[in-house]
């Protein structure tokens, strides 16, 4: 059994990272899920990915002992496709029409699930070789 839980290292200065995982192994975490809302991150405009700062935090986290539940990043909206496609087409909505703040992102909405089309599986070739990640 494993003891962690969700880690957003893309919100913080990497220099912060190392304190992070030294943390986690004083408290004995085992496993973080890591990747939740950081497609902005990983996907800054249409058709560019950018894997290295996410090959860094699992090459820090497998050094400190610490496996990863790697997410598939697509539960917050990338800003610009909110903005490009019109919020209502990508998004939830309250009941009142306005757009939801937390997991934005509809499942059901077609210009997000298309757009969100690429998954994980788009970093394989960098991260598929790591023990580090175990589910996936």
Do not use: C
Not at 9 to 22: F, G
Not at 64 to 90: F, M, Q
Not at 97 to 124: D, L, N
């Amino acid at each position: 059994m494993h003891y962690g839980g969700d880690y957003n290292p893309e919100q913080w200065p990497e220099e912060v990272w190392p304190e992070d995982v030294r943390l986690m192994q004083e408290a004995g975490v085992t496993m973080v899920s890591i990747g939740i809302f950081s497609w902005s991150r990983i996907q800054p405009e249409e058709g560019v990915f950018v894997w290295d700062w996410l090959d860094r935090i699992i090459d820090l986290l497998h050094e400190g002992g610490v496996a990863v539940d790697l997410a598939t990043a697509t539960a917050s909206l990338r800003l610009r496709l909110g903005r490009r496609s019109n919020i209502p087409e990508s998004s939830r909505r309250t009941k009142r029409g306005r757009p939801s703040r937390r997991e934005a992102a509809s499942t059901t909405r077609p210009r997000r699930r298309t757009t969100a089309a690429w998954r994980p599986s788009s970093a394989a070739p960098s991260l598929s070789d790591t023990k580090t990640i175990r589910p996936w």
